[in-house]
């Protein structure tokens, strides 16, 4: 096996410690490997190592027709396969200049946020589980994360992978009943996120945990390029859905969440606070929902022009983007995925440095990146 | 019938009634942890919205013995590096020391295996051992989690002791006797968790600490130190240690039982009866803090035993004190 980047063991302090937390340890959110040196409990320094789950999808990718990709884009975020379809399809539309039919600009932003709501709630319950109120949060929200999941089930028929979206259109029209089912899920989901503020925001040991840990100035977080969540944490308004308006997202009246303290609990209430918002813009898409075709006619074989196209959503973990080069074959020249979660975790040892083993573990899980994602 | 009744008489033996008496609390405890553990693990299934185990036996009640009958036949690993004599020792010591302190234990006013007449000092030195053997466990594997574990163990340990103990000392002052059957005869009137709310306050908070559960678990603390200082511990070992700690949970809601919360009295029923229901009540409480609050950091619990508890106690003292005094 090739040396992984090497550890400066001369460098270790007389009395440290260096702990290898992964690639199997409970709570590393999959495979993230963290060599730290501590000092007693006291971390000095860690070193994220990445790649245990890397599958060379940008390299498959360029050996794969246009519309086969699809399916690839499911497996990086897997918490929110959505997204990744979405972002895929938007610049392959992009990319080909294809208009997209009015209902299916709706039934995106619909199933976009509820798949945003599922994967708050999953960040939420592991959240939980790091700082230590083992099992219980993670069983919670999970609890209402399979509403959705079922729902998507009767859309696609997968629960994780649901290759939904697709370049020009969506993979089907909407099942009998689904609008009502969404609205119905949503209102549960709405008041059981009151619960958790309950169970969380107002447990004095959670707060504790939280407060004034893995503190992210806010010019750390843009100078180390930090987006989604992390970044509104630290109370910069941004959000590729308003400051850069894809499909539709600008025809919804919704607020940016963000908070000024830049810790791990004002991470952990942008997760809430987001499902919240997501929860009014699902209500208002359904609400306006056209009737109409779903899928514009698109060429049998898709082969755009020669170019480049960069095109970017707001996935639930930032900013998720692709840059799609195109020869004009029926395979993309190159793939790059800019993905959120990577450029998240790098900033990781910023944050996490002179706390202790178990802050180093809050501010982790307070960061929430997927593994699929980051090694891609 | 007759004849074993008048075997009864060799009780009055101390030898006999020691050995008669230990084995029939090992056994006792043994059985209470089997059915203890399954109720812990129905009854925060149900608060974590599932249903806990339910494929052994009914309503899953045989569950624990399958997964005795699994440790036992499971390999048992002694890591290479680990110093071994030691590695091997830690479980048996570790169980062994928890069940010493209930010797002293009364679970009626003649219920007792040895009535001390400082029976609490007793109960207080014998479970403060118990650290040992988790340090043993925490340095012998050689293993880093092991050892971060054993020491998280030994901070958490000198952090409730001490406070623990302040709180007992107004205790004692009320009954003016250490004995364990004294301190209950004289809850008779009132429990002593009304004249000694702070003591009691104070008295909880050490003896969840020493439960080692939720949220103070923290020489286990799963998603820090993956399993702390059981990490390299595995079969029958590991079921060992585990017991033991089990053991310690008991050993802290009798004392919560015994010391405020009016021993065996009660209307009506039994006094050993009695007994067993306020525990297993303090047992349910441990159980569903443990499923509901996170984990303190280490140093918040350094601040909570030092800082806060110890004043505490020693308030709770100055105060008792006092109103002897003034009331004679």
Redesign the interface.
């Known amino acids: 096996m090739m040396p992984l980047r090497k550890f400066e063991y001369e460098e270790i302090g007389e009395g440290r410690?260096v702990?290898n937390l992964g690639p199997q340890?409970?709570?590393t959110h999959g495979v993230l490997r963290l060599i730290a040196e501590l000092d007693g409990?006291r971390v000095k320094k860690v070193l994220p190592i990445i790649g245990y789950l890397h599958r060379g999808f940008e390299k498959i990718a360029e050996n794969r027709n246009y519309p086969m990709i699809v399916p690839l884009t499911d497996r990086l975020d897997y918490l929110s396969a959505m997204s990744n379809n979405m972002v895929y399809c938007q610049a392959i539309e992009e990319l080909m200049n294809i208009k997209i039919s009015e209902r299916t600009e709706y039934i995106r932003v619909i199933v976009l946020e509820l798949q945003r709501i599922a994967s708050h709630l999953a960040s939420v319950g592991f959240f939980?589980?790091?700082?230590?109120?083992?099992?219980?949060a993670m069983?919670?929200t999970f609890?209402e994360r399979e509403l959705i999941i079922n729902l998507f089930e009767t859309l696609s028929g997968a629960r994780l992978t649901y290759n939904y979206i697709r370049i020009g259109g969506l993979r089907e029209d909407l099942p009998k009943g689904f609008e009502n089912n969404v609205l119905q899920s949503i209102d549960i989901i709405e008041k059981k996120v009151d619960e958790y503020e309950e169970?969380f925001s107002e447990?004095e040991?959670?707060r504790?945990?939280t407060q004034g840990i893995g503190v992210l100035k806010l010019k750390d977080a843009i100078n180390l390029g930090a987006t989604g969540p992390v970044l509104r944490g630290s109370g910069l308004k941004s959000d590729v859905r308003v400051t850069d308006p894809y499909t539709i997202y600008d025809r919804f009246d919704w607020d940016i969440i963000t908070e000024k303290k830049g810790d791990c609990f004002a991470r952990y209430n942008i997760w809430i606070n987001e499902i919240r918002q997501s929860i009014s813009i699902v209500r208002q898409a359904l609400n306006g929902l056209p009737k109409g075709e779903i899928n514009v006619k698109i060429p049998r074989v898709i082969k755009p022009e020669p170019g480049e196209v960069y095109s970017k959503i707001e996935s639930p973990r930032g900013e998720l983007a692709m840059n799609v080069i195109s020869d004009g074959t029926p395979k993309p020249y190159r793939l790059k995925i800019r993905s959120p979660a990577f450029c998240n975790l790098s900033l990781l040892p910023t944050i996490s440095e002179e706390g202790?083993?178990?802050?180093l573990?809050a501010t982790l899980g307070s960061i929430d990146p997927v593994f699929g994602e980051v090694d891609r | 019938m007759e004849y074993l009744l008048s075997l009864l008489v060799y009780l009055s033996n101390p030898w006999v009634k020691g050995l008669v008496g230990g084995i029939g609390l090992a056994l006792a405890i043994a059985g209470s942890i089997v059915l203890l553990l399954w109720v812990e693990r129905k009854f925060i299934g149900r608060?974590?919205?599932?249903y806990g185990p339910n494929r052994v036996g009914k309503f899953g009640i045989l569950q624990l013995v399958v997964d005795g009958i699994k440790l036992l036949t499971k390999e048992d690993i002694i890591p290479d590096a680990a110093d071994k004599t030691v590695f091997k020792l830690a479980p048996i010591i570790g169980f062994a020391i928890a069940f010493l302190p209930f010797l002293a234990i009364p679970f009626s006013e003649t219920m007792i295996v040895s009535d001390l007449n400082v029976g609490i000092l007793f109960i207080l030195a014998v479970s403060s051992m118990a650290v040992v053997p988790t340090l043993m466990a925490g340095w012998s594997p050689n293993n880093?989690?092991n050892?971060?574990g054993g020491m998280?163990a030994a901070a958490l340990m000198i952090s409730y002791e001490v406070p623990m103990g302040l709180a007992i000392i107004g205790v004692v002052m009320l009954t003016d006797s250490m004995s364990m059957v004294e301190i209950v005869k004289a809850q008779e009137k009132i429990w002593f968790i009304f004249p000694q709310a702070l003591g009691f306050v104070v008295f909880v908070v050490a003896a969840f600490m020493e439960a080692a559960r939720?949220?103070f678990?923290l020489p286990e603390?799963?998603?820090?130190?993956?399993q702390g200082w059981t990490t390299e511990f595995s079969g029958m070992k590991f079921a060992m240690l585990l017991f033991a700690e089990y053991i310690h949970s008991i050993l802290a809601s009798l004392l919560i039982v015994i010391l405020f919360l009016g021993g065996w009295h009660g209307p009506i029923l039994p006094a050993p009866i009695w007994i067993l229901i306020k525990t297993f009540i303090v047992m349910l409480i441990l159980m569903w803090m443990r499923?509901?609050?996170?984990?303190?950091?280490?140093?918040?619990l350094l601040n909570v035993g030092w800082k806060v508890l110890i004043p505490l106690a020693m308030i709770n003292i100055a105060f008792t004190g006092t109103a002897r005094v003034i009331l004679g």
């Not at chain 2, 499923?291 to 918040?300: F, S």
């Open positions: 410690l702990i340890h409970p709570s409990e939980g589980n790091d700082v230590g109120v083992t099992f219980t069983m919670y609890r169970f447990n040991i959670f504790r945990r202790l083993i178990a802050d573990i | 608060l974590q919205h599932r880093k989690y050892l971060l998280r939720l949220p678990d603390a799963e998603s820090e130190i993956v499923a509901t609050v996170p984990r303190v950091r280490i140093d918040q």
